[in-house]
Every structure is written in structure tokens, then in C-alpha cells.
């Protein structure tokens, strides 16, 4: 397990890279999300492989690399790629970079992901604001000791999707045109896709999109005080939902298609929080 002084020890690192730079927000772009990268002014690259103690991504389409740099004037660290649990990786690596993150002083973040829509109301290309999730699966990121440096024991669950930056985005994608739909989101572990059974109980449970990333990002933002913004776009219907099985291309596909919507979104939410 990591401990406190290795968070620190990569957030020098990162610090050093960065120079003057004070980023105040980070993203995470999921997958086919990438673009909004383009949106940064000459970007600093950090490939995660140079920051010690950080994971490497093993996902082919995602590039591993900590960007940062100017959206609108708001300084942000655009992480390239993210973990997963379905990768191998344990939980608490997974989450290694946001703290190293608070360690840097950021304390606001923005997580994108793909996700299967499993409301019917949903179509393929929907965005979603996730305002709250479920998590089946028993691990939990900050499972071993505490470093009460990063947060405490015991820590609640209740404002990370922050109600102010959701109103904000709801607001944002409105003034582009779009509607922003609210949605639980269920984490399953993956890789594997859910069968109908597991989409069926899921829904029954109340949730709007499943996807097998963002819930241990967010529960580790909780964890240190962060105020959170989860997008989710919908690549496919779940398992059952419709007569197509959920496929990996599609998914990156239809995120790509979702993506403008998404990067013009991500810009004008960045102007006010
Ligand atoms: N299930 C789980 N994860 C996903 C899906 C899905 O249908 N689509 C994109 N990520």
C-alpha cells in the first residue's frame, strides 16, 4: 500500500514538470473522450510511466499520459487514460493519482465515462450527469489503513456529484442545445459485459447506465474533500435492453460520435466552477 510520503513524492514530481502551472481541476477523460486534450494550449506531457509510484495504462485506445495546461484560462491536469480494476490493478492503485492530485492542491474534479443505458428513456449518444451510484462489488479503494493526511476513517458518500456543478452543466448543455439527463450509475467490476439477469436486477435497483469505471475515482475524491462532476455518455443499450450485445468498438465509436457535444460541454462548465 501506498503511503503518504509516495503521494507527495509524485505530486513533487508532477509539480516539477508543470513549473508555474496551477492546476485547479482535474479531468479524466474516458474512453473515446479523449479530444477535449485538443482544447488545451500547448500542453506539458508526463507519460505515466516517468511519475513514481504511478500506474501505466494497459487500455490500447488510451494514451497514459498527464497533460497540462490552459482551457479557457482555467489551468487543468487532463489525465489520458485511466485505471481500472478489470485491468488487475488493486483498488487503491487505481485511485493513486487523485490523491497525489490533492497533494497538488487540486481539489475539483471532472470524470467522464461510457456507459450502457439500461433506462429505457435513454438512447445510444445520450450524456448523463450522475448524481449518485451503485456499487456492487465488495472492494472498496480505501480499504487498509487511513492516512489521515488524505482524509478520514470514515467519510460520506453523499455530496461527491456535486448538486451545484450539475445544475451548472444542466444549465451548459442547455444553452448548447442538448438536454442533460440525471443517472444513477452502477459500477460493475467487468470485463466482462452484464448478463440480462444482472441488468434487470440493476435496474430494479434504480440505476439509469452501468459502466465499469469512475465509482472508485469518486469514492477516493470523497475521500479527500473534493467536489465532483461525473459525465456519462451512453454507447450502447445494457445487455437486454435492446436486441445488440454490447460491443467494445461500438462503444468507442459511439463515444467518438458523442464527443463534441461532450468536449463543448466539458469547456463551458470549466468557465464556472
Ligand atoms: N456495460 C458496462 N460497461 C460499459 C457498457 C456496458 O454496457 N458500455 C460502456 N461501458
Partial sequence: MAKYEDYKRSAEFISEKIGARRPEVVIIAGSGLDTIGEKIDNPVKIKYGEIPGFPTSTVSYQKGELWCGE?????????NGRFHFYEGWDMNKIVYPIYVFKLMGIDKIIVSN??????RDFSVGQITAVYDHIKLCAESPVRGENIPELGKRFFEMQSVYDKEYIKI???????????LKDAVYAYMTGPQYETTAEIKMLK????????????PEMIAASHCGMRGLCISVCTNMAAGISDENPDEDEVVVNARKARDHFVNLIVNVLKRI
Avoid at 71 to 79: A, D, F, S
Avoid at 114 to 119: D, P, Q, R
Fill in 114 to 119: 461510457a456507459s450502457g443505458a439500461i433506462n
Fill in 71 to 79: 482551457i479557457e484560462g482555467k489551468t487543468v491536469l487532463l489525465m
Fill in 204 to 215: 430494479t435497483l434504480g440505476a439509469d447506465v452501468v459502466g465499469m469505471s469512475t465509482v
Fill in 169 to 179: 452543466a444542466k444549465e451548459c448543455a442547455k444553452e448548447l442545445g442538448f438536454e
